[in-house]
């Protein structure tokens, strides 16, 4: 499936390239274009990004806002619970296809928020818990 369909079919891109773009072009090309920090900051408040955010002010130079980023570490270790309750759940009391979707869920939002290590160390496990080659073949894809 080319990616121009993946919105068509209602699937999220991730990670989110475009916000890459941005932060490319902030780095080299318009460091004072403030639509382009604000579209970015945005994206990160909003997704709750935390890594991504302390990843972006170390690269870019930008000051760390300690509260907006503790605000959203707090949002991703809840979220990161949930996910290990389903996980858990999904272990002891489903199908092996279940406990795959949990630990693709992860993965998708570890990938999200711009965790990548954490995200490459999930999708192994997602992998390693993956028993049918087509669904082994879609996480190296």
């Known amino acids: 499936m080319p990616l121009e369909n993946l919105e068509e079919e209602s699937l999220e891109k991730n990670p989110n390239l475009e916000l890459a773009q941005i932060k ?3 780095a080299h090309h318009e460091p004072k274009n403030d639509k382009l920090k604000q579209d970015l900051m945005t994206a990160i408040t909003e997704h709750n990004m935390a890594p991504f955010y302390e990843e972006t002010c170390a690269e870019l130079g930008w000051p760390v806002d300690q509260r907006l980023l503790n605000n959203m570490k707090t949002a991703n270790t809840a979220e990161i619970v949930r996910l ?29 928020i711009g965790d990548k290590e954490a995200a490459l160390t999930q999708l192994r496990k997602t992998y390693d818990k993956t028993v049918s080659l087509g669904h082994r073949l879609d996480l190296l894809v």
């Open 24 to 26: 490319f072009v902030l």
């Open 84 to 112: 290990d309750s389903a996980i858990e759940d999904a272990e002891k009391n489903l199908s092996e296809m279940e406990v795959r979707e949990a630990h693709l869920a992860k993965a998708e939002y570890l990938s999200r």
